[in-house]
């Protein structure tokens, strides 16, 4: 029940947002003394908004994503991911959560080159437990434009067909969050624009939360808010017009 207590009231915010961030900082520790890469960086996504985190390379933007997603533990603060503190959580539990819930779409396409496209796409359902993992990773396949290159080893695929394998990679868990780091950057403009068309698309189906990282004002200017990182802190928050 919700008796309108503090802690009541800021648990059921954090439920309702796909993230929540508060103080987060990272540091690490080098030879030359400690580098702060983020700093007391928070803000609120809602479920099904797109956001765009932009700003000049070395600014923090990966480091952020990687924290937001769970692939890395914070030195200050907490991430909420759909209310589930993924920031607190050890590696196992970082994993579980990753398996329910978030896809992850990366510049260098990140697809394991011993295992055909079927494979790599089966592979997360597999890592998760699933027990029907071929139909489904079929299925997306299919939707990405790729079910005649089910047996192709990512070295017998363009680059851009290795970033729709990855697309059908993240979104064959149904993810209710996806992240995107610079899922462009290693494509040509004509590849990467139909790679953003297909992931727009993609995201509109499933209505996932999505969150992504690029350079490109043409992609940013596809999302409905612009977070702006500089010298890891959160310097503009900004709704775009749809
Ligand atoms: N593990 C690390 N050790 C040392 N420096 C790091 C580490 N990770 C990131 N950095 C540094 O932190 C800054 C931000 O990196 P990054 O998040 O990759 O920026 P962006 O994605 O905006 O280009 C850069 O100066 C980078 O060199
Ligand atoms: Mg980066």
């Known amino acids: 029940m919700h008796d309108?207590?503090?802690?009541?009231?800021?648990?059921?915010?954090?439920?309702?947002?796909?993230?929540?961030?508060?103080?987060?900082?990272?540091?690490?520790?080098?030879?030359?003394?400690?580098?702060?890469?983020?700093?007391?960086?928070?803000?609120r996504i809602g479920h099904g908004d797109t956001v765009a985190i932009v700003g000049a390379s070395g600014s923090g933007k990966s480091t952020l994503l990687s924290l937001l997603a769970g692939l890395d533990t914070?030195?200050?603060g907490r991430v909420l991911l759909d209310g589930a503190?993924?920031?607190?959580?050890?590696e196992d539990g970082r994993a579980?959560?990753?398996?329910?819930?978030?896809?992850?779409?990366?510049?260098s396409f990140q697809l394991l080159p011993s295992l055909t496209a079927?494979?790599?796409?089966?592979?997360?359902?597999e890592l998760r437990g699933d027990r029907d993992v071929e139909a489904p990773a079929r299925e997306v396949l299919q939707r990405v434009g790729l079910g005649e290159r089910l047996g192709h080893y990512p070295r017998q695929l363009s680059g851009g067909e290795q970033q729709r394998v990855?697309?059908?990679?993240?979104?064959?868990?149904?993810?209710?969050?996806?992240?995107?780091?610079?899922?462009?950057?290693?494509?040509?403009?004509?590849?990467g624009?139909?790679?953003?068309?297909?992931?727009?698309?993609?995201?509109?189906?499933?209505?996932?939360?999505?969150?992504?990282?690029?350079?490109?004002?043409?992609?940013?200017?596809?999302c409905a808010r612009r977070l702006r990182i500089d010298s890891g802190r959160l310097v503009g928050d900004e709704a775009l017009a749809a």
């Open 193 to 222: 624009q139909a790679i953003v068309d297909l992931l727009f698309a993609l995201n509109a189906d499933a209505g996932t939360t999505l969150v992504l990282v690029t350079h490109d004002d043409r992609l940013a200017a596809r």
């Open 85 to 90: 503190p993924i920031s607190t959580l050890d």
């Open 4 to 43: 309108g207590s503090p802690l009541q009231d800021e648990a059921a915010r954090a439920a309702h947002c796909a993230l929540d961030v508060d103080g987060l900082g990272k540091r690490v520790a080098l030879p030359s003394g400690d580098l702060t890469i983020l700093q007391d960086v928070g803000f």
């Open 118 to 125: 079927l494979e790599n796409v089966m592979l997360p359902l």
């Open 166 to 191: 990855a697309l059908a990679r993240a979104f064959v868990t149904r993810p209710s969050l996806l992240f995107a780091d610079e899922p462009t950057g290693n494509l040509d403009t004509a590849t």
């Open 96 to 107: 579980r959560v990753r398996g329910e819930k978030v896809g992850f779409v990366f510049q």
């Open 74 to 76: 914070p030195s200050a």
